[in-house]
């Protein structure tokens, strides 16, 4: 089992940045990829950003230009760096770990909250 923990997430003004961390309890150094994705009311949970072991990295079309996926696997944590946010990127994002033999989790979510 592994536990993801989020953090950084909070109240932001239109136009400002959030840095997102997810910590993994396990080392992330052979996963298979994190990713960030993120649920607003009444919508189905989407990706974000995704970074693959080899360090590619995938955005969605809405995040491109303004958010940064990077890792850092001495302290096993994938950041997301949110600039430029906007009133739609309110959510509950979440962080998500692929590791081998299809094994995958979820953190408990951080909420973003964006006011224009």
């Known amino acids: 089992q592994v536990q993801l923990v989020e953090s950084g997430g909070g109240p932001v003004q239109a136009g400002g940045s959030l840095r997102l961390s997810c910590e993994a309890s396990r080392s992330i150094f052979s996963i298979n990829g994190m990713g960030w994705y993120r649920q607003a009311p009444g919508k189905q949970r989407e990706l974000v950003a995704f970074?693959?072991?080899?360090?590619?990295?995938t955005y969605a079309d809405s995040a491109k230009g303004r958010f940064t996926i990077s890792r850092d696997f001495a302290e096993n944590t994938v950041y997301l760096q949110m600039n430029g946010l906007k009133p739609e990127d309110t959510a509950v994002y979440y962080c998500?770990?692929?590791?081998?033999?299809?094994?995958?989790?979820w953190g408990q979510g951080t909420q973003v909250t964006v006011s224009s």
């Open positions: 970074i693959t072991s080899g360090g590619t990295t």
């Open positions: 998500r770990a692929e590791y081998s033999r299809g094994a995958a989790y």
